[in-house]
């Protein structure tokens, strides 16, 4: 089974998380973990990396925490992942890293199902995700 590591999925869900605070509102550390299940140190280490790709912003004292630091419509589920976790590749398929890069016939099957993965995460974008989020928790509140 292929999975992508926790840090990214919790990174994606952190973002998540941050965009629906769309007036700005700062969520420290500790709210966004309790919010996600996700360990406070952890949450911090994931945040770090965040905040220092351009991701987050923190702002510190009284009423500080995170923030988005862009336009979540504008923020692909790719760069969040890229963020943390480096190249979007099913396989390290790279001439460099690999002696049979150049012949192996088994390279283009993971390259096109590599494409197809990093298209689909680069036309999510976090904003998508915040609104799909508020609607289903909206549809919540109804029943």
Same mark, same amino acid.
């Given at each position: 089974?292929?999975?992508?590591?926790?840090?990214?999925? !919790?990174?994606? /869900?952190?973002?998540?998380?941050? *965009?629906?605070?769309?007036?700005?509102?700062?969520? #420290?550390?500790?709210?966004?973990? =309790? *919010?996600?299940?996700?360990?406070?140190? !952890?949450?911090?280490?994931?945040?770090?990396?965040?905040?220092?790709?351009?991701?987050?912003?923190? /702002?510190?004292?009284? =009423? =500080?925490?995170?923030?988005?630091? $862009?336009?979540?419509?504008?923020?692909?589920?790719?760069?969040?992942? $890229?963020?943390?976790?480096?190249?979007?590749?099913?396989?390290?398929?790279?001439?460099?890293? @690999?002696?049979?890069? +150049?012949? @192996?016939?088994? $390279? $283009?099957?993971?390259?096109?199902?590599?494409?197809?993965?990093? =298209?689909?995460?680069?036309?999510?974008?976090?904003?998508?995700?915040?609104?799909? #989020?508020?609607?289903?928790?909206?549809? +919540?509140?109804?029943?």
């Amino acid at each position: 089974m292929l999975n992508l590591p926790t840090s990214a999925r !919790y990174a994606v /869900r952190i973002m998540v998380f941050l *965009a629906q605070s769309s007036d700005g509102t700062s969520q #420290t550390k500790k709210e966004i973990a =309790g *919010a996600e299940g996700i360990s406070v140190l !952890y949450t911090g280490q994931i945040l770090l990396k965040l905040k220092k790709a351009g991701l987050v912003n923190s /702002r510190r004292g009284p =009423g =500080g925490g995170f923030v988005v630091a $862009r336009n979540p419509g504008t923020m692909t589920v790719g760069d969040v992942l $890229r963020t943390v976790d480096g190249p979007i590749r099913l396989a390290p398929c790279d001439e460099d890293q @690999c002696s049979r890069g +150049a012949m @192996c016939v088994t $390279r $283009r099957v993971w390259d096109r199902a590599t494409s197809a993965l990093e =298209g689909i995460m680069n036309a999510t974008t976090i904003g998508e995700l915040a609104d799909e #989020t508020k609607k289903n928790q909206a549809f +919540a509140f109804q029943i």
